[in-house]
């Protein structure tokens, strides 16, 4: 076949295929159907990547339908140190808080697991990368208290790229020792905490609530740590172990418990929950 012929065979080709219908994996770099995406639960059918998904997603999927009840929603972030850069931080919440319509970056609560009783939290990136300010600190603080008052377990999913909320300067990094702190005393009454890390899960909420699970578990290929390895590489300038900050590394350096596919997560922490209690 020639160029011409060549050519108008890909473009009848694309011509075949409706708009939105496929959809270019960020791992593997293939093109892949969305349909196939969706039914594997937002996972990559070529290479198993697990593609983010907002808070409500992850508590359809984890929770019984029907039984979640939302604590804290209307707690919202002040602006303590009247911060302005490119734009303010009152404008850059409410425009998180239209655009994923939630008021902070996490959703907190209590529901049922495959029957078991459980509160969980679940931090969403679209809401400023996910980072931690203080109501992000307070609902884990408060959801930690309750799982103690209750003596059900805690779940956390973590997927926040965004550390402490420089917006907030220090009353943001604060947060990091109060949730330590709440999640010791919830540690003291022998209920079990498990901490889920999904990608990305970074920085300052990495370095306190998310590093601290009983049990460590995390989806697979998510990138986990301080500071990115791009920042890393280039301050001690030497190259970075293949695939540095990946869960598969970091459970190999004993830093997680367990790798679990996203399909298989709620079937696995309900078989950990009952274990434990």
Known sequence: MGWDGLRRFVFHRKAEVPDGQWTK???????????????????????????????????????????????????SSTDPLQFTAVSSYKEKIAESQKATGLKDAIVTGKGKMNGVDVMIGVTDSRFIMGSMGSVLGEKVARAAEKAAELRIPLIIVSGSGGGARMYEGCLSLMQMAKTSAALARLHETGVVYISVLTNPTMAGV????????????????????????????????????????????????????????????????????????
Not at 252 to 260: A, K, P, R, Y
């Open 25 to 75: 994996c960020e791992s593997c770099g293939n093109l892949i159907q969305k349909k196939a995406v969706m039914e594997r639960l937002n996972t990559c059918p070529e290479c198993n990547f697990h593609f983010t998904i907002t808070s409500d997603e992850r508590i359809g999927l984890l929770i019984d339908e029907g039984t979640f009840e939302e604590y804290w929603h209307d707690l």
């Open 206 to 277: 990495m370095a306190s609530f998310a590093g601290l699970g009983d049990v460590m578990i995390a989806e697979p290929k998510s990138l986990i740590g301080f500071t990115g390895p791009r920042v890393i590489a280039q301050t001690i300038a030497q190259e970075l172990p293949k695939g540095f900050q990946t869960s598969e590394f970091m459970m190999e350096h004993g830093l997680i418990d367990m790798i679990i596919n996203r399909p298989n997560m709620k079937t696995e922490l309900t078989r950990l929950i009952k274990y434990c209690v």
